[in-house]
């Protein structure tokens, strides 16, 4: 009997450590990753990705991403204590590529290719922010699966930091690569980061009207050449139809915010 309730109580020990509140949604996810091993294979893919991609020189470009980025990144803090994110915002010299993403521990990247759909700073923090919201609520780690950590966790202590290593994290978090089969976010995922995304934008004093205009704009774009940052990000008229349901709520944070 003894034994019994002593593994039960271990048992709900372990439960409640994985079990994660997503900031902004509330939502219950299940997380078998401590953050010290998600942020080791963040920093590790990033230092792959940062050492194969032509990293932008231009100082004002670079200097316009880190300033919005860091506005976003002071609102993630708030809701996620214990996170210690170790912020880096770095722009890839691509201009075929348009997309972003945000790895664990808050490793950041903007490739060019999406600088010409971000009309203004507003419309460039929907994107940082989306996908700052992506690693807040911890989707990579989340869908590999205790089974995919274990191996790619096992060659990173294996200390062969190899581009298969980081594309695995990279794929996690629904970058695509040429080296590994791209698991796009869940449309769920999607969802919850646009809804995490436009909070922070808001709450950072960004207009939120501008998330519903860049992702028009951005949708809009597609044709023959499908941006990136598409093929990964599903796109309906229901994803605008959300965004323009967290408006209201958004733009009284957004108001308090510039103090109107
Ligand atoms: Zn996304």
Same mark, same amino acid.
């Given at each position: 009997m003894r034994h019994i309730s002593l593994f039960a109580l271990a048992l709900a020990a372990f439960l409640l450590q994985a079990c994660y509140t997503v900031p902004v949604t509330g939502r219950s996810a299940f997380i078998m990753t401590s953050v010290e091993e998600e942020k080791a294979l963040g920093l590790e893919a990033y230092n792959v990705y940062k050492t194969n991609e032509v990293i932008l020189t231009d100082y004002a470009i670079n200097n316009r991403i880190k300033t919005i980025g860091q506005r976003i990144a002071k609102i993630a803090e708030q809701d996620t204590p214990g996170m210690e994110w170790d912020w880096e915002f770095t722009v890839f010299n691509d201009n075929e590529t348009a997309n972003a993403w945000c790895l664990p521990g808050g490793k950041v990247a903007v490739y060019? %290719?999406?600088?010409?759909?971000?009309? @203004?700073?507003?419309?460039?923090?929907?994107?940082?922010?989306?996908e700052i919201g992506h690693a807040v609520a911890r989707h990579g780690v989340e869908r590999m699966g205790t089974e995919t950590m274990v191996g790619v966790l096992g060659s990173v202590i294996g200390s062969s930091v190899s581009e298969a290593n980081a594309d695995a994290v990279l794929a996690a978090y629904g970058v695509g690569s040429s080296l590994f089969v791209t698991l796009p976010f869940s449309r769920d995922d999607e969802y919850e980061a646009d809804q995490i995304g436009m909070n922070f934008m808001a709450r950072a004093g960004y207009d939120p009207n501008e998330a519903i205009k860049f992702w028009e @704009?951005?949708?809009?774009?597609? %044709?023959s050449s499908v941006p990136e940052m598409l093929s990964t990000h599903p796109s309906d008229a229901n994803r605008i139809a959300k965004l323009k349901t967290y408006l209201p709520d958004n733009e009284a944070l957004y108001k308090k915010a510039v103090g109107k």
């Open positions: 060019t %290719g999406i600088l010409p759909y971000a009309k @203004n700073d507003a419309q460039l923090a929907t994107v940082m922010a989306h @704009n951005f949708m809009a774009s597609g %044709g």
